[in-house]
């Protein structure tokens, strides 16, 4: 194997690794009573900031044109912001492990808005991987499977709007995209832009910003999360630049089982035997979604 692609393999195990690590960050940030829409806020904006002054200190401003401010606000809101806030609520009510299964649908979800815009071909391999992926989640969430309490279900089910906006985000990504953009002004700007847009929910739907015990536990999942999402996000357009986006799909493959590890390391959650079907069947669903695709979606 050729060094470039040996380093390729690394890059995206590392961002599928280190992604998989923010769902038991997130189940700490809710313990310690962090606003959901303020946390997604801090931890991408902050992100974003890092970079761009990291760009500017190598003399590379962002200097963007509305068409990059157009897709900065647009990805970043629907790549960083929005599921951030929104697997952070879920995460104080669905085990982390099983949260992570919301991960799989991406891809299904992506290939069939991909149809719908015309930026792929219909293949009946589409309405398979959708069906698998339907067949996983109705597996986990059936009272009968007893995996998760009424409640954590109807997080659960409410937490599949974040596959819904990552695919509908990657779809926009092919649509929006400026060209000849570094990979890291695309990170600094999509970050940025994630946490311009999710700013104003925040402020408008609670009192402050911040927890009500500004601890240690508090601060430091902020900047876990902050770390978390400037990696992933960098190493998937250095990724994506150097080896395509059908390459660093095979992120999906790594990121989910790599959330059920931090998940157990984290909190010693034994999810349940069903939960073991559930995902073997979701992957199937990966599998199906991104085989034999010439644009597959991150």
Same mark, same amino acid.
């Given at each position: 194997?050729?060094?470039?692609?040996?380093?390729?393999?690394?890059?995206?195990?590392?961002?599928?690794?280190?992604?998989?690590?923010?769902?038991?960050?997130?189940?700490?940030?809710?313990?310690?009573?962090?606003?959901?829409?303020?946390?997604?806020?801090?931890?991408?904006?902050?992100?974003?900031?890092?970079?761009?002054?990291?760009?500017?200190?190598?003399?590379?401003?962002?200097?963007?044109?509305?068409?990059?401010?157009?897709?900065?606000?647009?990805?970043?809101?629907?790549?960083?912001a929005l599921p951030s806030a929104l697997l952070m609520q879920a995460a104080g009510h669905v085990p982390a492990t099983l949260l992570t299964l919301v991960l799989s649908l991406s891809p299904v979800l992506t290939l069939l808005f991909a149809i719908?815009?015309?930026?792929?071909?219909?293949?009946?391999?589409?309405?398979?991987?959708?069906?698998?992926?339907?067949?996983?989640?109705?597996?986990?969430?059936?009272?009968?499977?007893?995996?998760?309490?009424?409640?954590?279900?109807?997080?659960?089910?409410?937490?599949?709007?974040?596959?819904?906006?990552?695919?509908?985000?990657?779809?926009?990504?092919?649509?929006?995209?400026?060209?000849?953009?570094?990979?890291?002004?695309?990170?600094? *700007?999509?970050?940025?832009?994630?946490?311009?847009?999710?700013?104003?929910?925040?402020?408008?739907? *609670?009192?402050?910003?911040?927890?009500?015990?500004? *601890?240690?536990?508090?601060?430091?999942?902020?900047?876990?999360?902050?770390?978390?999402?400037?990696?992933?996000?960098?190493?998937?357009?250095?990724?994506?630049?150097?080896?395509?986006?059908?390459?660093?799909?095979?992120?999906?493959?790594?990121?989910?089982?790599?959330?059920?590890?931090?998940?157990?390391?984290?909190?010693?959650?034994?999810?349940?035997?069903?939960f073991w079907l559930a995902l073997a069947i979701m992957l199937a669903a990966v599998a199906t979604a991104l085989g034999g695709r010439r644009t597959a979606a991150g």
């Amino acid at each position: 194997m050729r060094r470039e692609t040996l380093e390729n393999v690394a890059m995206l195990v590392a961002a599928a690794v280190v992604y998989g690590a923010i769902f038991p960050v997130n189940r700490v940030a809710a313990e310690a009573g962090w606003p959901p829409l303020a946390f997604a806020f801090f931890q991408t904006f902050a992100g974003g900031v890092a970079i761009a002054l990291w760009l500017a200190l190598r003399r590379r401003p962002l200097a963007p044109s509305w068409r990059h401010v157009v897709a900065y606000l647009v990805i970043g809101a629907f790549a960083m912001a929005l599921p951030s806030a929104l697997l952070m609520q879920a995460a104080g009510h669905v085990p982390a492990t099983l949260l992570t299964l919301v991960l799989s649908l991406s891809p299904v979800l992506t290939l069939l808005f991909a149809i719908l815009t015309k930026l792929e071909r219909f293949r009946v391999r589409a309405l398979l991987a959708v069906a698998l992926g339907f067949a996983g989640v109705v597996l986990i969430a059936s009272p009968w499977s007893h995996a998760m309490t009424n409640s954590a279900t109807n997080w659960f089910l409410l937490a599949l709007l974040v596959p819904t906006m990552f695919a509908v985000s990657n779809v926009a990504a092919s649509l929006l995209r400026p060209p000849d953009t570094t990979s890291l002004t695309m990170a600094a *700007g999509i970050l940025i832009g994630g946490g311009l847009v999710v700013l104003p929910l925040a402020l408008a739907t *609670g009192p402050s910003l911040l927890p009500p015990i500004v *601890g240690a536990a508090a601060l430091w999942t902020v900047v876990l999360a902050t770390a978390i999402n400037a990696v992933t996000i960098t190493l998937f357009f250095v990724v994506v630049r150097r080896a395509g986006p059908t390459f660093f799909s095979l992120f999906n493959y790594v990121a989910l089982p790599a959330g059920v590890l931090w998940s157990i390391l984290a909190f010693g959650e034994l999810p349940p035997p069903v939960f073991w079907l559930a995902l073997a069947i979701m992957l199937a669903a990966v599998a199906t979604a991104l085989g034999g695709r010439r644009t597959a979606a991150g």
